[in-house]
């Protein structure tokens, strides 16, 4: 399985941008801040790391002078987002909570939560995954914003399945059916989120319920996933099922999926069962 922390942030690259240049605002260094941070996430999506870096700095530099001129929950919470992004844990932190000593507007729910997931990421970074789980478990059946529900949670399932692997026997498989349900319940209220089947199809694998993660590996890619990382991942997914599929089954039960599978491979154009077709590229 590949690892779950790096998605994470590739998730969360394009996710944030969204909601934080959507808002409007007067042209201020607050303006400022906003169009340097958007542009560092676009330069991160194409990989051009050093740019993106002098980017996330110059929003560090304009969201210091806003505060400094006119303090607010917003400038804070733009400083701290800028510091995640160039890895100053501690000051992210701070950032964001003077982001939340200040308040928030009513109307800048998104704002707030968008808050609360940094803090929780800061946490995280710094060595607190349970006061961080918590937060995000919190976001998950608090927040309304569909893309922070979805950052909040890769995160807490990316914590709770390395704790779950972590232990043996009774307890890891007792944590991975309570995540299951966690996931199913997230993928109930936003059915046509691909992420959340994705989620399921992981956790089913790692309870050796290969049948139905490939379900839910196919509902995500036909849904749609939000990297080209999880794409890939996803694909190579259904390519382990297949194999471990084909040494388990039965042989009637085995020609039966065989069949289903090789039709759903048709579809995608793989030019054999094992070779996904952005392998030919």
Same mark, same amino acid.
């Given at each position: 399985?590949?690892?779950?922390?790096?998605?994470?942030?590739?998730?969360? =690259?394009?996710?944030?941008?969204?909601?934080? =240049?959507?808002?409007?605002?007067?042209?201020?260094?607050?303006?400022?801040?906003?169009?340097?941070?958007?542009?560092?996430?676009?330069?991160?999506?194409?990989?051009?790391?050093?740019?993106?870096?002098?980017?996330?700095?110059?929003?560090?530099?304009?969201?210091?002078?806003?505060?400094?001129?006119?303090?607010?929950?917003?400038?804070?919470?733009?400083?701290?987002?800028?510091?995640?992004?160039?890895?100053?844990?501690?000051?992210?932190?701070?950032?964001?909570?003077?982001?939340?000593?200040?308040?928030?507007?009513?109307?800048?729910?998104?704002?707030?939560?968008?808050?609360?997931?940094?803090?929780?990421?800061?946490?995280?970074?710094?060595?607190?995954?349970?006061?961080?789980?918590?937060?995000?478990?919190?976001?998950?059946?608090?927040?309304?914003?569909?893309?922070? +529900?979805?950052?909040?949670?890769?995160?807490? +399932?990316?914590?709770?399945?390395?704790?779950?692997?972590?232990?043996?026997?009774?307890?890891?498989?007792?944590?991975?059916?309570?995540?299951?349900? +966690?996931?199913?319940?997230?993928?109930?209220?936003?059915?046509?989120?691909?992420?959340?089947?994705?989620?399921?199809?992981?956790?089913?694998?790692?309870?050796?319920?290969?049948?139905?993660?490939?379900?839910?590996?196919?509902?995500?890619?036909?849904?749609g996933l939000l990297s080209q990382e999880l794409f890939?991942?996803?694909?190579?997914?259904?390519?382990?099922i297949y194999r471990n599929l084909k040494k388990e089954?039965?042989?009637?039960?085995?020609?039966?999926?065989?069949? =289903?599978?090789?039709? #759903?491979?048709?579809?995608?154009? #793989?030019?054999?069962?094992?070779?996904?077709? #952005?392998?030919?590229?």
């Amino acid at each position: 399985m590949s690892n779950l922390k790096q998605k994470n942030r590739l998730l969360a =690259i394009l996710f944030l941008p969204c909601l934080i =240049i959507s808002f409007s605002a007067c042209v201020s260094h607050l303006y400022d801040a906003k169009y340097f941070y958007a542009e560092g996430q676009r330069l991160s999506r194409n990989y051009q790391g050093e740019n993106a870096v002098a980017a996330f700095k110059k929003a560090r530099e304009k969201a210091e002078l806003e505060v400094n001129q006119h303090p607010s929950s917003q400038a804070y919470m733009i400083k701290g987002l800028a510091e995640l992004n160039l890895e100053i844990w501690d000051e992210a932190e701070d950032s964001f909570l003077k982001a939340f000593a200040y308040g928030f507007e009513k109307g800048e729910e998104w704002a707030e939560h968008l808050s609360l997931f940094g803090l929780a990421s800061s946490l995280q970074e710094l060595g607190l995954e349970g006061a961080s789980a918590q937060i995000y478990e919190y976001m998950l059946s608090k927040s309304k914003i569909r893309p922070i +529900t979805r950052l909040a949670a890769q995160r807490y +399932t990316d914590i709770s399945l390395r704790l779950a692997l972590s232990k043996e026997g009774k307890e890891g498989s007792k944590m991975l059916s309570s995540l299951l349900k +966690t996931a199913e319940k997230l993928s109930d209220k936003d059915l046509s989120c691909g992420y959340y089947h994705y989620l399921q199809s992981q956790i089913f694998s790692h309870l050796s319920e290969y049948r139905k993660s490939f379900e839910q590996a196919v509902m995500a890619r036909e849904l749609g996933l939000l990297s080209q990382e999880l794409f890939r991942d996803n694909d190579n997914q259904i390519i382990y099922i297949y194999r471990n599929l084909k040494k388990e089954l039965p042989l009637d039960e085995w020609k039966q999926f065989n069949k =289903i599978y090789l039709d #759903w491979i048709k579809r995608w154009r #793989w030019p054999e069962p094992e070779i996904p077709d #952005w392998e030919k590229e």
